[in-house]
């Protein structure tokens, strides 16, 4: 049984932690909603292209991008967080895309985030590019160089076909096909445009560009997912700690009471001894 | 230009313009072109240069500087997809004059491992930039 004393402090240690808990859910929801902003501010970009490339892939076209081969060897993308105390966020796509990498022989990896660059590493996978840590903004250059860097991994034949899984925000973790690039089937292919300078070239500076619009929109949806789960796991930590200090004032009472109803009875003994 | 035609310009980051002009001029690929609403269906890849949008015919233009992409036109619409694209209050004059020199520098002594086509294409986009806030000759 602790000391009265010892619940005390007990007590303020725990307040103490749940007010830490509170500040960290306070920033990563204003951290939240500015991912939220920037997947809002990326999107036209990429329907718009991705809506093009739907169209266009309506046509008979081809392009090493979408050449569909053998899988001799697969390439997995894989996005996790750099921190933390995200409840099961990083727990959970790290063990699935250890699945994903596993499924195959030798596949050749990208980890974008620390936790799971430092899995794959210790692990010993071999890495086409490494993007550790992602940092609290992505920068669209940073993932359009990666992106153009897989593509021409994929081009020159290393990898035959590459996988992307991530959290996505509202959603879950995702595998989704980057490549051989499989456009959603559009409603209405581009049978009457005009194409300045021609369909082949057009594709040509299309697809790379849809492959780094892919990129950089999941690791936005990556990170937004990242906030939202450190708010949950946050908000939980600071109710448990409720809990907990309801549990210990109770202790903190019993313990108090216990203690005056001893003196009490010492007080009353020695009286009656006294007379 | 009796109608107006649905104009937007995005960068791969963020929405710069969203709205309607009488007509609009886009840096093409193969030089600058004209769309007016009713204008055939088009796909076009972009240059280095100076999108106008202009109310009516008398109007002043409202100027935006475009780095590659592509445009897709369609009767009703003008789709701009820029891998950077800036109105004149976004341009930071002070970035795009150094990168312009640091630019001309490279080119002008060209060292071994220096990529000149980039070089040449950051020179390209810096001028154009410097040109649309008219720090550069017209």
């Known amino acids: 049984m602790l000391s009265t004393r010892d619940i005390q402090r007990k007590i303020r240690t725990v307040r103490n ?15 939240l909603r ?19 490339v ?10 090493p991008l979408l050449e569909q081969r053998d899988v001799r060897r697969a390439g997995v993308v894989a996005i996790s967080a750099d921190k933390g105390l995200a409840g099961s966020y990083n727990t959970n796509v790290v063990r699935e895309a250890l ?3 596993r499924a195959q022989p030798d596949t050749l990896t990208v980890p974008i985030g620390r936790k799971m660059a430092d899995t794959f590493r210790k692990l010993g996978f071999p890495t086409e590019a490494v993007i550790s840590p992602v940092g609290p903004t992505p920068e669209f250059r940073t993932y359009a160089a990666l992106a153009d860097q897989i593509g021409e991994a994929y081009i020159a034949g290393t990898v035959d076909r590459v996988q992307l ?11 989704q096909q980057l490549l051989p690039i499989v456009p959603q089937a559009g409603d209405e292919a581009y049978r009457d445009f ?10 040509e500076q299309l697809l790379p560009r849809y492959l780094r619009t892919l990129v950089y929109t999941a690791v936005l949806s990556a990170v937004a997912a990242e906030h939202a789960a450190r708010v949950s796991a946050m908000s ?20 108090r009471q216990a203690a005056i109803t001893g003196e009490l009875g010492d007080i009353v003994g020695a009286a009656e001894a006294l007379r | 230009m009796a109608h107006p ?97 640091r630019a001309e520098e490279r080119l002008r002594a060209p060292e071994p491992g220096i990529d000149v086509t980039r070089a040449q294409a950051s020179l390209l986009r810096a001028l154009n930039r410097l040109r649309l806030i008219g720090q550069y000759g017209k």
């Open chain 1, 17 to 31: 932690i749940q007010q830490i808990c509170r500040a960290m859910k306070t920033v990563s929801s204003i951290k």
């Open chain 1, 34 to 52: 500015k991912a939220e902003e920037r997947i809002r501010a990326a999107r036209p970009y990429a329907d718009a292209l991705a809506a093009v």
């Open chain 1, 54 to 63: 739907a169209r266009l892939a309506g046509d008979d076209v081809t392009h």
């Open chain 1, 99 to 101: 699945r994903l990498v």
């Open chain 1, 165 to 175: 899984i991530f959290t996505q925000f509202n959603v879950g973790i995702v595998t």
């Open chain 1, 194 to 203: 005009i194409f300045e300078p021609g369909q082949e070239l057009i594709l």
């Open chain 1, 236 to 255: 939980l930590a600071t109710e448990n700690a409720d809990d907990l200090i309801g549990k210990l004032t109770m202790d903190y009472n019993k313990s």
């Open chain 2, 5 to 101: 035609i649905d104009v937007e310009i995005v960068a791969a980051d963020r929405k710069v313009f969203s709205g309607t002009a009488g007509s609009v001029t886009v840096p093409g690929i193969d030089g600058y072109f004209g769309v007016l609403a009713g204008h055939a269906p088009l796909i076009s890849a972009l240059a280095i240069g100076i999108v106008e949008l202009r109310a009516h015919e008398a109007g002043v233009p409202q100027l935006f500087a475009v780095a590659g992409g592509f445009v897709e036109v369609t009767p009703e619409k003008v789709t701009i997809l820029a891998d950077a694209a800036e109105a004149p209050a976004e341009i930071d004059a002070e970035r795009a004059r150094l990168a312009a020199e």
